[in-house]
């Protein structure tokens, strides 16, 4: 009996530890720069930052020592391609057609980039599907999107989205071939960051967040 009520009491005083900790580190932090995270007792967390290019983000978090670790709901970083290679029957260059599927969103909204062979290839392609010709062997290709009109803010100012990248295919054309591409935009993935066991310090009551862009650490408080 005696060694059942220490394994309770031992139990009892984890749960309330734990406990403790969530509502500790449960809350809003945010900084200067205009990052706010909000973590919740249930493993929950919310991110936004409203600079110039707006992001946010949603997951679980989960405590190991003095770091917290962030898996956000969405994994996928980049969109998927479709393609089909077609035989040409010249010797001319060879045609790139892009289709964009934007599901419910016009076309128009998106502007898709070319990179054959990891270098730019166009630097003003029309806005949604449109073809171009590369006189070029390509054996692989992907590309930049980029979402546009900018979205709005309360204040009335504007905020864009990043881009977002394809994943890349290899369909080793030469000439005499051509290629039908589909880009099959996750639109959600626009103003999304995504967060894979993002480690984020907890020091003093802060939390120590490291800037992906300027790779600088930003301290937020409550």
């Not at 010249?90 to 892009?98: E, G, L, N, P, Q």
Request: aromatic share 14%; glycine share 4%.
């Amino acid at each position: 009996m005696k060694n059942y009520c220490i394994v309770l009491i031992s139990i009892l005083f984890i749960l309330l530890s734990s406990c403790k900790q969530t509502i500790i580190i449960s809350g809003t932090y945010s900084d200067k720069n205009s990052h706010v995270f909000v973590f919740s007792k249930d493993s929950m967390f919310r991110y936004e930052y409203q600079g110039y290019c707006y992001s946010k983000s949603s997951g679980i978090w989960n405590k190991k020592g003095d770091f917290l670790y962030l898996n956000s709901f969405i994994q996928i970083e980049r969109t998927p391609l479709e393609y089909v290679k077609i035989k040409n029957n010249t010797d001319s260059a060879i045609i790139v057609r892009i289709e964009v599927n934007s599901q419910d969103k016009p076309q128009t909204d998106y502007i898709c980039w070319p990179f054959i062979n990891g270098k730019p290839c166009l630097f003003d392609p029309e806005r949604g599907s449109y073809s171009f010709k590369s006189e070029i062997p390509i054996n692989n290709i992907c590309f930049r999107i980029r979402k546009s009109p900018f979205i709005i803010r309360g204040t009335g100012s504007k905020m864009c989205y990043d881009d977002i990248e394809t994943e890349t295919i290899y369909p080793h054309l030469s000439v005499g071939e051509n290629l039908d591409v589909i880009v099959n935009v996750v639109d959600s993935l626009f103003g999304y960051t995504v967060f894979k066991d993002e480690k984020i310090e907890l020091k003093n009551g802060k939390i120590i967040f490291k800037n992906r862009e300027k790779k600088n650490k930003l301290y937020l408080k409550k």
